[in-house]
């Protein structure tokens, strides 16, 4: 068993309505926590940034379905390495949806990785990408914390 952390970048089809995106989530949790996967799916303009960890050889497998998967187009890959600890271990998978963040809040964690107001991963460098998906789900940590 050896560990890896992946991030991608991918474009949502415009036909992909919000009805699709709660299915995909629910099916890819399921088949995650299966095959002990865990990431963080954040979708935001028509953008999804993905990361999935978890062994080498299932998480290679499971991006190989994803780029093929015709609800989304031009996957590109930001970055793929071994890990000690997992970044994401609390969740299966985990949406975070950027367009229904309030704006102040949306605005400082996009400002704080790559300088842009609007959410384009596929201009920020693989260690902005994993800031941000560390801060946002710290954000969420305390969010759920707080509720509890
Ligand atoms: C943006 C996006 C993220 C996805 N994330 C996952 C995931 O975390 N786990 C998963 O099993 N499938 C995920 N899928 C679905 C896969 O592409 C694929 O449909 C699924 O693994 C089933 O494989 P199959 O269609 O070859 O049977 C995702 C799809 C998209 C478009």
Request: hydrophobic share 45%; glycine share 6%; net charge positive.
């Amino acid at each position: 068993m050896h560990t890896i952390r992946l991030l991608y970048v991918s474009t949502a089809a415009s036909t992909l309505a919000y009805q699709d995106l709660v299915a995909l989530l629910r099916a890819a949790t399921q088949r995650n926590e299966a095959s002990d996967i865990t990431g963080l799916l954040v979708y935001g303009s028509g953008l999804f940034l993905q990361a999935l960890e978890g062994d080498r050889a299932v998480v290679n497998r499971l991006y190989n379905r994803i780029v093929v998967d015709a609800r989304h187009t031009d996957c590109t890959l930001l970055l793929a390495e071994s890990i000690e600890r997992r970044a994401f271990a609390d969740w299966s998978m985990k949406l975070i949806g950027l367009d229904d963040m309030p704006t102040a809040k949306r605005r400082a964690v996009l400002l704080r990785y790559g300088g842009a107001q609007h959410f384009n991963p596929y201009n920020i460098s693989a260690g902005q990408a994993l800031g941000f998906l560390r801060d946002l789900a710290e954000s969420e940590r305390q969010s759920a914390s707080r509720a509890a």
